[in-house]
């Protein structure tokens, strides 16, 4: 689209000006949202000094340089740069690409003390994507990779006090709050929490509470019976304090941290909504495993869902991943121009362009029905049942209801010598399932302002709206969910992912 299309004669772009030369470290690169940002910083912005990724090993490549080709530089993500200039794209990688290999969790990313100040001096600005996103993840796994991991964060910023920081958070650290949601501070709506003079709420004392428990945990059980207590924990002092599961809890958690960490620096929080496909770039719908709202449709499509509590006049926040990579390198570009301060953005669809639930249901279950042929790995059939989301009382009601009576059938015939289990409690707990996991995203008592984010765009000025939009506006949401995203489900999260190899395409041409 548009960094194919523009070329004025006299309008600049202050985002390209405030990021030539510039060089930036990105985490969370073997994720969704990261490989976007990736590359749409490779595709536009030329003249950037140098992208560093903190990756991981595994056992399979356990260098960060070996795992970027093979895990992510193979991603259909960069199909586009490839089919426009390959080898531009290879002489980036060779040139201004830098792997280095560390875990976020482990002090100083588990790098040397010199070699972690070597890396904070070589950085202008860090973009922190790396996250749990398991929203019922065990509690001290939330806790490290969504909280405490920040101090490593926090330690490159204080030992180079111009780099700007900025973290990717999300919108649903608002927890149980309702009503117009701010770019602003979270006050927890749950118990009470001690709050700074800056803002910022002081967490040290809860983190250490919330620590004291799990070893508590951990020394009673074991196991799979340690991990769903540790979870159930997590649940529990998620709910206590005001959000309805770990992810967002911790996630919140962690702004806390940074905010205090980094007093007096630059430091960007941006807050997205429910992130899904691709609007526009790199390619309509692209978008990489099944997310949330995607896990509903997949379960419709498969008839496992017939009813999901719900309110149908509620606003499903979604927001294509590329409105958030571009609001990121936004938000990175004005980090490195303005004086240095804290920042908080919100990158959502439900106070400017809003899509409820019922309408998002009524466009899958219309474009299903009349379409559902082309998209052969999302359907295996037509679909026959409705999809109807009801209150979760009633939902809670006829599920229970119709279950307990299911199960014990389900007993007889086992006592019988039948083991199977019947299809229909099969599907009752799948339903289960994606409601206590989704069921408090689809009755949404909130709507996520963002008029910070358009207020920075328009700032940056006309060329940059239009080489890094973020407003939801733009979106046509019959096209987007009954065209783009349904078709881009089917061919990029469904299909096993087609393989490419730069290095092997490189020696082919030298080769020729």
């Known amino acids: 689209m548009a960094t194919q299309q523009m070329n004025p004669p006299t309008a600049s772009s202050k985002v390209l000006e405030k990021l030539r030369g510039k060089h930036v470290l990105i985490t969370g690169t073997t994720g969704f949202l990261g490989k976007v940002i990736l590359e749409k910083l490779i595709r536009a912005v030329p003249d950037i000094g140098g992208i560093h990724l903190l990756i991981r090993g595994n056992k399979r490549h356990p260098d960060a340089h070996s795992r970027f080709l093979n895990e992510i530089a193979t991603s259909s993500v960069f199909d586009r740069l490839r089919q426009e200039d390959n080898e531009a794209l290879e002489a980036f990688l060779d040139e201004r690409l ?29 973009i922190n994507s790396a996250a749990s996103v398991n929203f019922r993840e065990e509690l001290d796994k939330a806790l490290a990779i969504n909280t405490r991991c920040l101090d490593n964060v926090a330690e490159l910023a204080r030992q180079n006090r111009s780099l700007a920081v900025l973290q990717v958070s999300t919108c649903y650290v608002n927890g149980v709050n309702s009503g117009q949601i701010t770019e602003s501070v979270i006050k927890p709506a749950g118990e009470s929490i001690p709050r700074s003079t800056d803002g910022y709420y002081e967490i040290d004392e809860l983190v250490r509470l919330l620590e004291d428990k799990i070893a508590d945990v951990r020394a009673r059980y074991s196991g799979k019976l340690l991990e769903k207590k540790l979870v159930d924990l997590g649940i529990r002092e998620a709910n206590r304090y005001g959000w309805s599961d770990t992810y967002t809890f911790t996630k919140w958690l962690g702004e806390q941290l940074l905010m205090k960490s980094l007093s007096g620096q630059a430091l960007t929080i941006v807050r997205p909504s ?30 496992k869902v017939t009813l999901f509590p719900g309110k149908r006049s509620g606003i499903i926040d979604v927001i294509p991943v590329d409105l958030v990579a571009n609001a990121v390198v936004l938000a990175a570009a004005e980090a490195l121009a303005e004086p240095a301060r804290q920042r908080i953005y919100q990158c959502c669809s439900g106070s400017s362009n809003p899509v409820s639930l019922g309408e998002f249901i009524d466009h ?14 999302l359907f295996y059939r037509k679909p026959t049942k409705p999809f109807i989301a009801v209150n979760r009382r009633l939902f809670d009601a006829v599920v229970g209801g119709v279950r307990i009576p299911l199960s014990l ?9 039948q083991d199977r289990e019947l299809k229909v409690l099969r599907n009752l707990d799948t339903t289960r399932s994606l409601a206590t996991i989704f069921g408090f995203y689809t009755a949404p008592d909130y709507t996520f302002r963002n008029d910070e ?3 920075l765009a328009s700032r940056m000025g006309e060329l940059d709206q239009i080489l890094f939009p973020v407003d939801a506006r733009q979106i046509d949401w019959a096209v987007y969910l009954r065209k783009i995203h349904l078709a881009g489900l089917n061919r990029y999260a469904l299909k096993e992912r087609k393989v490419y190899s730069l290095r ?3 020696s082919r041409k030298k080769a020729a």
């Open 409 to 417: 059938t389900g007993r007889v015939l086992r006592m019988l010598g």
């Open 504 to 506: 092997s395409a490189k």
């Open 274 to 303: 429910i992130i899904e496909s691709a609007l526009e770039e790199p390619a309509a719908g692209w978008i990489e495993g099944v997310k949330v709202a995607d896990a509903i449709i997949l379960a419709y499509a498969r008839e």
């Open 98 to 126: 830098y792997c280095v290999t560390g875990e976020v969790t482990e002090p100083l990313f588990g790098l040397s003390t010199e070699s972690f100040r070597k890396l904070a001096g070589n950085l202008d600005a860090v």
């Open 364 to 377: 899958l279950m219309a474009e299903s029905k009349a379409n559902y042929a082309e998209y052969n790995e």
């Open 453 to 455: 984010l358009l207020a």
